[in-house]
């Protein structure tokens, strides 16, 4: 129940297409979903996050769908750039656990 | 604004060596402190977290340990390394509990066990 299902592992997109990300979790438990965006030789760093209670958020190029009854959630990049590519990890958090996805290494083709 | 320090940038060791990454943090006081190991390609294993000085807990055992001597200081270390040891360590804070607040990462440290 403690785990947060990610796909695809890697994803390719035309400078300017959008990009999908795909996560899935069991824990109904969880009440917090952010989504982190790691280039290589970095630390990963918060993109963008979601609470149960809202449906969409967006933020500029990126957008979280969230579906609380399927127990799924999203993110869409919007006119995907080449400077979005990255490594891409959803997560799920109750309290002091942070339950992460296995990553989505994304690269966008010019 | 709050930072975090995470030094060396790069290591490597024999195995067999002993280990100690550091990590600071400035501009927050009583941040909870995480340590993290990414393997090539793969995704976070959370080690260690720290809500308190000297309050330590541990996820995953094996041959490391971790301290918090300070407040804003989180210290990783072994007595003897293992080739599994190598790795791209993490470390991490938040201000509160992680279904209220972001987790802030430092650079890393990429460790490599000969």
């Known amino acids: 129940q403690q785990q947060v299902k990610q796909s695809p592992q890697s994803l390719i997109v035309q400078k300017g297409g959008i990009s999908i990300i795909n996560c899935a979790y069991e824990?109904?438990?969880?009440?917090?979903f952010p989504w982190y965006q790691q280039f290589p030789g970095k630390g990963p760093a918060l993109l963008i996050a979601?609470?149960?209670d809202v449906s969409e958020k967006k933020e500029g190029r990126f957008t979280i769908s969230f579906n609380k009854s399927a127990k799924q959630f999203s993110l869409h990049i919007m006119d995907s750039q080449p400077g979005d590519s990255a490594t891409y990890f959803c997560a799920a958090s109750t309290d002091y656990q942070l339950i992460w996805g296995a990553g989505t290494k994304l690269i966008i083709k010019p | 604004s709050q930072t975090i320090h995470q030094w060396p940038a790069t290591l490597v060791q024999p195995v067999g060596s002993p280990l100690s990454l550091e990590c600071t943090v400035e501009g927050t006081s009583n941040p909870n402190l995480y340590w993290y190991r990414q393997a090539a390609g793969r995704g976070l294993q959370l080690l260690f977290y720290s809500v308190g000085i000297g309050q330590i807990s541990s996820e995953v055992p094996q041959n490391l340990s971790a301290s918090r001597p300070q407040d804003r200081q989180f210290i990783l270390s072994s007595k003897k390394l293992l080739l599994s040891d190598s790795g791209f360590y993490l470390c991490a804070w938040s201000p509160g509990p992680l279904h209220n607040s972001p987790l802030h990462f430092g650079n890393g440290t990429r460790l490599t066990v000969t």
């Open positions: 979601i609470r149960p």
């Open positions: 824990n109904t438990a969880f009440d917090y």
